[in-house]
């Protein structure tokens, strides 16, 4: 080998040990960055990191030292829909989030428009109710053989007098005059 290529793959080999110090070098102020960062976040008040306690929020409304069973019931008036809840009730906690499902099937051959009104019993449980989302809201349209899940979301307000253990909520559906095809 000649001095000039041994020059060579020695300059090559220092270039080398360089680029792979830089690399590592990056690497490493790359991990570094990440605890940096966050402290700086943090001295600003800029919260852009949920803490771990913060990660799973407990909600302080619900009163877990009693129960409401909600007996849930569906009809439908005059109407060609087969209507039920999926589950005939539920307990919950008042002030708990919760979901249930109710199913609707259109069982005539042309398409047909409702429109859901929920009754309570007792009378002032409905004051105590609060529908956060609903079928109820807005008209219905189901195709002819169309079968539909729908959601009802709800909190039961913590206020309700503790006497009252159980809710009826009923929907009945009622057909929209003028859509769906006439009588």
């Not at 090559?12 to 102020?29: K, P, Y």
Request: contains cysteine; positive net charge; proline residues 7%.
């Amino acid at each position: 080998m000649t001095a000039a290529n041994e020059a060579l793959a020695r300059d090559n080999r220092r270039l080398l040990v360089r680029l792979a110090v830089v690399a590592a070098a990056m690497f490493g102020f790359g991990f570094a960055l990440v605890p940096f960062y966050r402290a700086i976040c943090e001295a600003l008040g800029i919260n852009y990191f949920v803490k771990p306690e913060a990660a799973a929020p407990v909600n302080t409304q619900v009163d877990v030292s009693r129960t409401v069973t909600i007996e849930l019931d569906a009809n439908a008036h005059n109407l060609p829909w087969r209507f039920r809840p999926l589950v005939n009730h539920v307990s919950v906690h008042p002030g708990a989030l919760v979901t249930v499902e109710y199913e609707v099937a259109n069982v005539r051959d042309r398409p047909v428009t409702g429109q859901a009104v929920p009754s309570f019993a007792p009378r002032i449980a409905g004051q105590h109710f609060k529908k956060l989302d609903c079928f109820c809201f807005t008209q219905q349209t189901l195709a002819a053989g169309e079968t539909r899940r729908m959601p009802v979301t709800f909190v039961v307000d913590p206020q309700l007098p503790a006497d009252i253990r159980s809710i009826a909520l009923s929907y009945t559906f009622f057909e929209v005059a003028g859509k769906g095809g006439g009588g």
